[in-house]
């Protein structure tokens, strides 16, 4: 019983360490991809062409993976479509919340003058290629990575285990990796900010705890795009009025 206990933590240990690795592959290739591409006659403020190449490129790498996984697994990951009361009632609620919490940082941010306006021109051209992006790729592609893959893969793992506490440790492992891509390093430091870190994770919590209930991807993929839509759009909006 013991002995069990102790290869199924380990399991868990070794998932969790491949699934980080991997996240970290995705981003990174999918940067380096996004590299070798010049933007300037398209974007010359560099604001939102090589982010968007980046999250496409690493949304292909994640299918691929899930491709080649669900061929030896039968894991369901999830990725369509599927009506859902609890799903799209959570989702309103979310936008709604998440709506006021971005008027209210902006609206106390710029009185207390400590949010800075964004530092490139607001030009049509880089407002709608931003707006885009947070839109239309910014929610599939983290959604798909962060939530869909290692989700499904630790759920899959508790496959006909009776433990009480399965959900809130797979949402829990799922919010630590998601916190962590929001930590940057190299050979030598740590570059971090722990209020983005503790803004992520609580982000994560309800992205996950959705797919979970949801049962679709679709419904964290649209409060994702959503959050960063209104956070970036708001902003804009903040900028050319106040």
Same mark, same amino acid.
């Given at each position: 019983?013991?002995?069990?206990?102790?290869?199924?933590? %380990?399991?868990?240990?070794?998932?969790?360490?491949?699934?980080?690795?991997?996240?970290? %592959?995705?981003?990174?290739?999918?940067?380096?991809?996004?590299?070798?591409?010049?933007?300037? *006659?398209?974007?010359?403020?560099?604001?939102?062409?090589?982010?968007?190449?980046?999250?496409?490129?690493?949304?292909?790498?994640?299918?691929?993976?899930?491709?080649?996984?669900?061929?030896?697994?039968?894991?369901?990951?999830?990725?369509?479509?599927?009506?859902?009361?609890?799903?799209?009632?959570?989702?309103?609620?979310?936008?709604?919340?998440?709506?006021? *919490?971005?008027?209210?940082? *902006? %609206?106390?941010?710029?009185?207390?003058?400590?949010?800075?306006?964004?530092?490139?021109?607001?030009?049509?051209?880089?407002?709608?290629?931003?707006?885009?992006?947070?839109?239309?790729?910014?929610?599939?592609?983290?959604?798909?990575?962060?939530?869909?893959?290692?989700?499904?893969?630790?759920?899959?793992?508790?496959?006909?285990?009776?433990?009480?506490?399965?959900?809130?440790?797979?949402?829990?492992?799922?919010?630590?990796? %998601?916190?962590?891509?929001?930590?940057?390093?190299? *050979?030598?430091?740590?570059?971090?900010?722990?209020?983005?870190?503790?803004?992520?994770?609580?982000?994560?919590?309800?992205?996950?705890?959705?797919?979970?209930?949801?049962?679709?991807?679709?419904?964290?993929?649209?409060?994702?795009?959503?959050?960063?839509?209104?956070?970036?759009?708001?902003?804009?909006?903040?900028?050319?009025?106040?």
């Amino acid at each position: 019983m013991i002995f069990d206990k102790i290869i199924q933590r %380990f399991q868990f240990i070794s998932a969790f360490i491949a699934l980080f690795i991997f996240q970290r %592959f995705a981003s990174v290739f999918a940067g380096m991809i996004a590299d070798l591409f010049s933007y300037d *006659y398209i974007d010359s403020s560099n604001v939102f062409m090589h982010i968007s190449i980046h999250h496409i490129v690493q949304m292909m790498i994640v299918l691929l993976a899930i491709y080649f996984i669900s061929k030896k697994y039968d894991i369901q990951f999830n990725l369509k479509f599927r009506q859902s009361k609890t799903g799209i009632i959570y989702t309103l609620i979310f936008i709604t919340i998440i709506c006021v *919490y971005v008027l209210m940082t *902006y %609206f106390i941010g710029y009185k207390a003058r400590i949010i800075q306006p964004y530092d490139y021109p607001l030009t049509a051209t880089n407002i709608c290629g931003t707006l885009s992006f947070q839109l239309l790729l910014s929610g599939p592609s983290e959604e798909i990575l962060f939530r869909a893959l290692p989700i499904s893969i630790f759920l899959y793992m508790f496959k006909n285990k009776t433990y009480k506490w399965k959900n809130l440790v797979v949402i829990m492992l799922s919010c630590i990796l %998601f916190s962590l891509a929001h930590v940057s390093w190299d *050979y030598s430091t740590l570059n971090f900010d722990w209020f983005q870190l503790i803004y992520a994770f609580i982000l994560g919590v309800a992205y996950a705890m959705i797919f979970i209930k949801s049962k679709s991807i679709i419904y964290p993929m649209i409060m994702h795009s959503m959050s960063n839509f209104l956070m970036v759009g708001i902003g804009y909006l903040f900028m050319i009025f106040y």
